[in-house]
């Protein structure tokens, strides 16, 4: 079992759960209230969907050999235009409006996405530095949108994006979810998996076998660009407003410490996106706990980055391999797995 | 391409303002006027614009012509254009340090050069304090002290323990030890207010929600929520109605700016009490410019003026708000 490939996120998940469980039994209290589910766990599902989306989107560049390091602005970008199209509308409660409104932002969001696939796809400009461009550049254009101002917004259909249910559950996690189940189906059901993976593991192999890989990765940044800007309705709808300097701020991190806990390869081709969800509620739920359980705010940062050297370490065969062999002597073929794993 | 484009496009913003800046001035003052050099620490927020708006304003109407620049949150561009102050031979300086450490050598420059500086809205830590004539600016500590006073006051009739949680601002910041501290220091002869739960909100909305979401699941009972700024209020109001309370009347909120958000929320009886951190202190400045250039001693220390809020006033207040 522990071979499963989410066998050690979904531990260390249980792991931190337990945790809370014994520090705060109240912590997995789900109740109904005014309506809908109420509890941490459920916070946890509503706050971690953004993440669990700009994470699957990342996954998918991460797969190509790819990084996108503008998902953050991205974000910004989204919520900035929506916000700003519902705040001069008559009336913000409208359907039509909202649906503009969304529209509007996406298709930037689409766009932007096909800019970086450009600039790495076409110029073939490292993605790093290609997706840093719009990364630094887009914080300020989400600035020029909201004028540096936090746009406030009232919309009752908008904010359902964030903080709405449906049937007792999150409208947000049902979002996330739907959007992970899609590109699941998409990239495990057809060969579009594989190809990424032929992408990402060896371009030139890939290109000599007849793969346009050219397009492919195109069409992962633009899926990210997609991603990124529904999580930026999500923020921005959960609070609600724009707030064009801290929203998606740093969440390009989150994203890649996320897909990496879920145990997809940085250096491309293999990759898992039920591995990113997992590590995307890790994460949040390790955020929760930390709010939960009143650890001082000082000590929050080392607490976080302390589990997630630790998670991190378990994930590691080598490290796994070395502590076993401290225990017990290594029988030859082990050995060898290992070290073509670590290879 | 891309960013040297948008560069571009915020040099030419840039400069459009700094041209306005002067010519508005030298039409109402003519030759003879004092000019002042002015380095904002940024636009970040509606705070911040209102500032920069007060000072222009008031530079105009007390007919000093003003230099204006923009630092966009970077030390570097600030001790530039502190520099190119210097070089224009301006009567005074004044500026809103982006960070608290790294200002000696450039503020020794003014010195030499026979230059006065002012500080606006925050300090610099700074051992020589005759480089800079004063520093006009809130007093923090006495923000929270002020929403620690009334809530000393508002509890005065409740029998039980009164429970607070703190939302506080951004780890390590000036206003948010300082506010953290005025509170403490208020309620601190009051055992029965009791802060059950304290932890930084970041000053955004978003983070302000998410904490309180998790204050109002691992806290048994709260009575009173203290915020180190309105924004972190308005995500925690979020949050108290999403588990089914009213803010305002279940919960009691106390925050502090006064910015027009705020401000609505408190007319709404959402939150009941804001201490006013007053970003319109534009008029002080330039009595300070005019004194300091006429050679004037001044104190080295000037506070804003300031105020806070109930809802009745606020309801007052709302529709003249500028920010």
Not at chain 1, 257 to 284: D, N
């Amino acid at each position: 079992m522990t071979k499963h490939r989410l066998f050690w996120p979904v531990s260390a998940l249980l792991a931190l759960l337990l945790v809370d469980l014994i520090a705060k039994p109240s912590f997995f209290k789900v109740e109904v209230r005014d309506g809908h589910l109420y509890g941490s766990l459920i916070d946890i599902l509503r706050l971690g969907a953004p993440l669990i989306l700009v994470g699957i989107g990342m996954t998918l560049v991460v797969a190509t050999r790819g990084i996108d390091l503008s998902v953050g602005s991205v974000v910004a970008i989204s919520g900035a235009l929506a916000c700003l199209h519902l705040s001069g509308l008559p009336d913000q409660d409208a359907v039509g409006g909202t649906v503009v409104a969304v529209g509007m932002a996406l298709g930037l969001c689409l766009a932007l996405g096909a800019w970086n696939g450009f600039l790495v796809s076409v110029l073939g400009i490292q993605p790093i530095i290609a997706t840093l461009i719009l990364m630094v550049a887009g914080r300020g254009i989400a600035q020029l949108i909201t004028d540096g101002q936090i746009i406030t917004i009232t919309s009752g259909p908008f904010r359902a994006l964030g903080s709405g249910y449906l049937f007792l559950v999150p409208v947000s996690i049902l979002i996330a979810l739907a959007v992970f189940g899609l590109s699941s189906l998409l990239v495990r059901k057809s060969a579009l998996g594989l190809l990424l993976e032929a992408v990402g593991g060896n371009p030139e192999a890939g290109r000599l076998s007849g793969l346009r890989s050219g397009r492919l990765t195109w069409l992962v940044y633009v899926f990210g660009g997609l991603c990124a800007g529904i999580a930026g309705l999500m923020i921005a709808a959960n609070t609600p407003g724009a707030d064009a300097n801290h929203a998606g701020l740093w969440i390009e991190l989150d994203a890649i410490l996320a897909l990496t806990i879920g145990g997809t390869k940085l250096t491309g081709g293999r990759f898992s996106l039920g591995g990113t969800v997992i590590g995307a509620l890790l994460i949040q739920t390790l955020t929760t706990t930390v709010y939960t359980l009143g650890i001082p705010d000082t000590a929050t940062l080392l607490v976080k980055a302390l589990v997630v050297l630790l998670v991190c370490l378990v994930q590691s065969p080598a490290f796994r391999d070395r502590v076993r062999r401290r225990r017990r002597p290594v029988p030859a073929t082990e050995s060898a797995r290992a070290v073509e794993v670590s290879a | 391409m891309f960013g040297k484009k948008w560069a571009a496009l915020a040099a030419g913003v840039m400069g459009v303002t700094l041209l306005t800046g002067c010519g508005g001035a030298a039409d109402s003052a003519g030759g003879g006027a004092i000019t002042l050099g002015f380095s904002q620490v940024g636009a970040e927020s509606g705070w911040r614009t209102a500032n920069t708006k007060s000072i222009q304003e008031s530079a105009k109407s007390a007919g000093i012509e003003l230099k204006f620049s923009d630092a966009q949150q970077k030390q570097e561009n600030q001790i530039t254009a502190i520099r190119s102050f210097i070089q224009q031979k301006v009567k005074v300086i004044a500026f809103s340090p982006v960070v608290e450490s790294g200002w000696d050598t450039v503020l020794k420059e003014a010195k030499t050069a026979g230059i006065p500086v002012i500080l606006t809205d925050r300090s610099v830590d700074s051992s020589d304090k005759t480089l800079y004539k004063t520093f006009l600016g809130s007093d923090f500590v006495a923000e929270g002290k002020k929403a620690g006073e009334w809530l000393v006051k508002e509890s005065a009739a409740a029998t039980g323990d009164v429970n607070v949680v703190e939302l506080q601002g951004s780890t390590g910041s000036a206003p948010a030890n300082d506010r953290k501290k005025g509170f403490a220091d208020a309620i601190g002869s009051t055992s029965k207010i009791k802060v059950v739960a304290s932890q930084t909100g970041e000053f955004t909305r978003a983070k302000g929600k998410e904490v309180m979401e998790a204050f109002l699941k691992s806290q048994s009972k709260i009575d009173v929520l203290y915020a180190h700024n309105d924004d972190m209020a308005l995500g925690a109001i979020e949050a108290i109605e999403a588990a089914g309370k009213k803010p305002g009347t279940d919960i009691k909120i106390v925050s502090v700016d006064a910015v027009k958000d705020g401000m609505q929320a408190l007319a709404d009886g959402k939150i009941n009490y804001i201490v006013e951190c007053n970003p319109l202190l534009g008029p002080q400045l330039m009595d300070l410019v005019k004194k300091v250039s006429a050679g004037e001693e001044v104190p080295a220390r000037i506070e804003t003026q300031e105020t806070e809020f109930d809802q009745a006033k606020a309801k007052a207040a709302l529709p003249q708000r500028q920010y």
